[in-house]
């Protein structure tokens, strides 16, 4: 749950972004902690492949610590184990990150590992072979996994037609055409110095982490990104019924919803929380499954991109479930749309959420992420104290607005997995 990004604005104080003479930006909270941890993030992601390239950008996320000028994979990898850490990755679809954790004494080999990862990774030909055969089987995990696989399908089912809607993963055809050429376009391409935000969040001085930086970072690289992202223009509200051999349903709605740009995500986020978000006091929870016990999980997310959003409500149930746990799902968000918050009910949703931000960002590692994913796409970044006074502000007609706005019966869309 990495919140607090989608909460800016420049009316708040904010932490301050030092820019390498490269154009290279570094963001650093300085916390008392034996554990620090740092990233390289790269506003580069699956919507950014070509379209004979599907799921390139997580093939990049994996073959970037297959071997580098200076080490071969296997000591990337022990590199930061030696050292009692933990490297990793993730990519979505507007975002690339690399990071590790480690005992804060070793920052100085934490940063010189992940320079070494982002200008010299060598991606060996054997490797890549390799490589593929572990993200087929990554492929077929997911595919055996219902409750997994529909959160992919309901973008694929929202965005159609457009990069958005892409599985990260890719699919097995197009995996198989990679080729090492593809993946060092892809790098040159979009691994560019306005693209790539270092994040740092640990018991280190911000001029320490700067001297760091400017050692192992301030390399030559180019300074922009000549891409043009295809923007995300029609949306059409579909239908998919598709029978799987479960013994449960699962159920995902969903509309497109606020972008990052738009003031409306601030009430939006705080919206979602309340209906569907981590408290077992969520109302669709409630609703659905406290009151009614009609199903196992229930559960709200929004995920705002550059120029879209999306807005979707998981349940898990039983087949007979499924039409009267929908009906329910649109009941509560009905109620949003069209019955404004009491001040009590305002006032213990703010409460909720803001503790839940507090609770995420004593795990340091999903802060570092947090603070990282606003310089990149903000190039600004706020205390944590004012992402809490931004939530403080919001008012029950902007989240009844909100609702209006997104909360349109027709406008959603459905897919359904069950059995015979």
């Not at 030696?82 to 940063?111: M, V, W």
């Not at 529909?150 to 055809?173: M, S």
């Not at 909720?352 to 995420?360: C, D, M, P, W």
């Not at 919001?394 to 027709?410: C, G, K, N, S």
Request: charged fraction near 25%; proline fraction near 4%.
């Amino acid at each position: 749950m990495f919140v607090p990004y989608f909460l800016l604005t420049d009316m708040y104080e904010t932490i301050p972004i030092i820019t390498l003479p490269n154009g290279i930006r570094v963001i650093h909270k300085e916390v008392a902690s034996p554990i620090s941890h740092f990233g390289v993030i790269i506003n580069a992601g699956t919507r950014d492949e070509a379209d004979s390239q599907i799921g390139l950008a997580h093939f990049v996320e994996h073959t970037l610590f297959k071997g580098t000028r200076h080490r071969t994979g296997y000591q990337v990898t022990r590199r930061m184990e030696d050292a009692g850490g933990d490297l990793n990755a993730c990519t979505a679809k507007e975002e690339t990150c690399f990071h590790a954790s480690f005992p804060s004494a070793d920052y100085p080999r934490a940063i010189e590992l992940l320079a070494d990862i982002l200008f010299d990774a060598t991606f060996p030909e054997k490797e890549i072979a390799k490589e593929k055969d572990v993200v087929l089987e990554e492929i077929n995990y997911y595919r055996d996994t219902p409750s997994e696989l529909i959160f992919d399908e309901i973008e694929e089912v929202a965005f159609a037609g457009h990069p958005l809607g892409r599985n990260i993963l890719g699919d097995k055809k197009s995996l198989r055409r990679l080729r090492r050429d593809d993946i060092l376009d892809f790098v040159r391409r979009n691994y560019t110095a306005d693209n790539i935000v270092l994040s740092s969040v640990g018991n280190l001085s911000t001029n320490t982490i700067i001297k760091y930086c400017n050692k192992y970072f301030n390399r030559p690289i180019a300074a922009r990104c000549e891409r043009q992202r295809q923007p995300f223009l029609t949306y059409t509200p579909t239908t998919l019924h598709k029978h799987k051999n479960t013994s449960q349903a699962h159920v995902m709605l969903c509309n497109t919803a606020f972008s990052f740009q738009e003031k409306e995500r601030v009430p939006f986020t705080l919206l979602a929380n309340l209906l569907g978000g981590q408290a077992m006091s969520a109302r669709l929870n409630v609703a659905i499954r406290e009151k009614r016990g009609l199903a196992y999980s229930v559960e709200a997310n929004y995920s705002p991109f550059t120029d879209s959003g999306l807005f979707s409500v998981y349940v898990g149930c039983e087949k007979e479930m499924i039409e009267k746990s929908i009906a329910l799902v649109y009941k509560e968000l009905d109620k949003m749309a069209n019955q404004k918050l009491g001040t009590l009910q305002l006032h213990t949703a703010k409460k909720q959420f803001i503790g839940q931000l507090a609770v995420t960002n004593e795990a340091k590692l999903n802060e570092m992420l947090s603070i990282g994913r606003s310089a990149l796409f903000f190039n600004e970044v706020e205390t944590t104290e004012s992402s809490f006074q931004k939530v403080e502000a919001i008012t029950a007609d902007e989240v009844m607005e909100a609702a209006h706005r997104i909360f349109v019966p027709e406008q959603f869309s459905t897919l359904i997995y069950s059995g015979r």
